[in-house]
């Protein structure tokens, strides 16, 4: 027959611990993501609903040489009422380059 220890208490705690900071970590992520997001759209004058941002990169871009983060968004768009889905580059400056592909929806 075998034998089983019980895991001792110290460890159930810390493994409880670490799962704790780790869904926390992921959901401040998240949300700042979407910050970063709703505030280049808002200066980009782009009225928005249901954004969802997908995933995020840290790139260089290659025309100013600037560093930033690229997002994947998808939303519609309010005043035109298209879906737009693609890429919102945020550079450290401060500016905004939006890629983006919006449709007419039905």
Do not use: W
């Not at 460890?11 to 700042?32: K, P, Q």
């Not at 939303?75 to 939006?98: A, M, R, S, W």
Request: net charge positive; aromatic share 10%; with cysteine.
């Amino acid at each position: 027959m075998i034998e089983t220890r019980k895991m001792p208490r110290k460890t159930i705690i810390t493994i409880s611990i670490i799962i704790v900071l780790a869904v926390f970590y992921f959901l401040m992520n998240m949300v700042a993501k979407q910050t970063q997001v709703e505030t280049a759209l808002q200066n980009l004058n782009i009225k928005y609903k249901n954004l969802k941002v997908f995933t995020s990169a840290s790139v260089k871009h290659n025309e100013t040489g600037m560093n930033g983060y690229q997002f994947i968004v998808r939303f519609t768009n309010t005043e035109t009422n298209e879906y737009c889905k693609g890429f919102i580059l945020v550079l450290n400056n401060g500016q905004h380059i939006p890629d983006l592909v919006c449709e007419k929806e039905d």
